[in-house]
């Protein structure tokens, strides 16, 4: 992927915050959400589409050894 095909998919130019989990998937946090990278697309999580998100500005993430990703926000 070059950098004008992350800035498309990206919600949001800035990255805050990038883990990887034990499934192989990349996680970014972002202003405007969660974006998790699977090697081929991104999924955007965040409060237009999730009811777990009351904010969308991510500015950590954190994955612990047993593989829990936690979400550090605003």
Do not use: C
């Not at 050894?65 to 926000?73: E, K």
């Amino acid at each position: 992927y070059g950098i004008s095909v992350w800035k498309e998919e990206l919600p949001q130019s800035t990255i805050n915050a990038i883990a990887q989990t034990k499934d192989g998937y990349m996680w970014f946090g972002t202003y405007e959400g969660l974006v998790r990278f699977d090697g081929i697309s991104f999924s955007i999580f965040n409060k237009r589409n999730s009811d777990a998100f009351k904010i969308n500005g991510i500015r950590a993430l954190h994955v612990t050894p047993d593989g829990t990703l936690w979400i550090g926000t605003n």
